[in-house]
């Protein structure tokens, strides 16, 4: 079945620690992105990708890095997590077509770090 | 830069009765997107919005857009329990060429009450 996936959906961790957020989609589309959400509050793009190797920074600056390596995977990195971290992200996908076309989400991953 | 807004940001709803919330937006768009997010869940797509004039229906909720007047509309009839959650209309802009991003706003919290 087509979908999209999102691991872990919930991560606890300390101060400094590496983290890498999984986002794994199995519908076949090119672009790929990734979303920091406070609760209660709007979406805002950090980072997305339009195919294989290419990355590019969204409209919230964020301290994390992306790759692109695979099609169906786009993994999130925090080097040194940090309390004002912690949010719910959430990964995106849609189809390469001209003109916007619809986000398909993810469940999502809820950060808390301490 | 395109700014979404979205009102009300709150709206208590009593069962039964009709309502409608309001999606504006600053800049021309290609497409307008209405999602529905439950409480710590992820986002799922409800409506595509593709032209002026577009209306679409789907259960108790409809939806409309007037690019002229950057307005969409969400209209509830009969209120019912289930429809309590977040609603996100979220506008769709092209960069260049497939290229394209999505400008949410900050969200509409209905809560329906017997």
């Known amino acids: 079945e087509a979908d999209i996936y999102q691991t872990p959906r919930y991560l606890v961790i300390g101060t400094g620690k590496k983290i890498t957020l999984e986002c794994s989609q199995t519908?076949?589309?090119?672009?790929m992105y990734w979303y920091q959400q406070d609760p209660g509050m709007e979406l805002h793009l950090i980072h997305y990708?339009?195919?294989?190797?290419?990355?590019e920074k969204g409209d919230l600056s964020s301290e994390s890095t992306v790759s692109r390596i695979r099609t169906e995977h786009f993994p999130l990195t925090l080097e040194s997590a940090r309390p004002s971290h912690t949010s719910q992200y959430l990964c995106?996908?849609?189809?390469?077509?001209?003109?916007?076309?619809?986000?398909?989400f993810g469940p999502g991953t809820r950060l808390t770090v301490l | 830069e395109l700014k979404v807004e979205q009102n009300p940001l709150f709206l208590s709803m009593q069962e039964g009765k009709n309502y409608t919330i309001y999606c504006n937006y600053s800049?021309?768009?290609?497409?307008l997107y209405w999602y529905r997010q439950d409480p710590g869940k992820s986002l799922e797509s409800l409506f595509v919005?593709?032209?002026?004039?577009a209306v679409k229906q789907e259960g108790r909720l409809m939806a409309s857009l007037d690019t002229k007047a950057r307005l969409s509309t969400l209209h509830i009839t009969a209120a019912v329990h289930d429809l309590s959650a977040t609603y996100f209309c979220?506008?769709?802009?092209?960069?260049?060429?497939?290229?394209?991003?999505?400008?949410f706003g900050k969200g509409i919290t209905l809560s329906v009450r017997p």
């Open positions: 519908m076949g589309h090119d672009k």
């Open positions: 995106a996908s849609s189809e390469k077509m001209t003109g916007p076309t619809p986000q398909f």
């Open positions: 990708s339009y195919g294989v190797n290419s990355t």
């Open positions: 919005l593709l032209s002026n004039g």
């Open positions: 979220a506008v769709g802009i092209t960069l260049t060429g497939a290229n394209s991003k999505l400008t």
């Open positions: 800049t021309t768009s290609d497409r």
